[in-house]
């Protein structure tokens, strides 16, 4: 069992970039595939960024490529979630989730076991 908890998210403006971290209980997140996912209002989650368990693979949905970076600590059980160059349209509820079936990152929200309670990040234009 793993217990995911997102913080970071905030209000800021078009250009500024923010950071989020998700931390983990349990002594199984250095074997997951982790995943941040979003969702805006009125829109389905869509998968975001993603990072195999060690950290090796990354995957990036295209909106996001060159801006937001993710990384991980495994000693920690933290992950990392740096967005630069932010737009309005970034703003969503950012969720983090876990993986603990496959060895490669899906962008595939079903394919995640764990989830975090999500943190809002709002961009004002």
């Known amino acids: 069992q793993v217990q995911l908890v997102e913080s970071g998210g905030g209000l800021v403006q078009a250009g500024g970039s923010l950071s989020l971290s998700c931390a983990a209980s349990?002594?199984?997140?250095?074997?997951?595939?982790m995943g941040w996912f979003r969702q805006a209002p009125g829109k389905e989650r869509e998968f975001v960024i993603g990072?195999?368990?060690?950290?090796?693979?990354?995957s990036y949905a295209d909106s996001v490529k060159g801006r937001f970076t993710i990384s991980r600590d495994n000693d920690k059980n933290i992950m990392y979630l740096r967005m630069n160059s932010l737009r309005p349209e970034d703003t969503a509820i950012y969720y983090c989730?876990?993986?603990?079936?496959?060895?490669?990152?899906?962008?595939?929200?079903?394919?995640?076991?764990?989830w975090g309670q999500g943190t809002q990040v709002t961009v004002s234009g």
């Open positions: 989730a876990a993986d603990s079936s496959r060895m490669y990152v899906s962008r595939r929200s079903d394919d995640y076991d764990y």
């Open positions: 349990g002594r199984t997140f250095s074997r997951y595939a």
């Open positions: 990072i195999s368990w060690n950290g090796g693979v990354t």
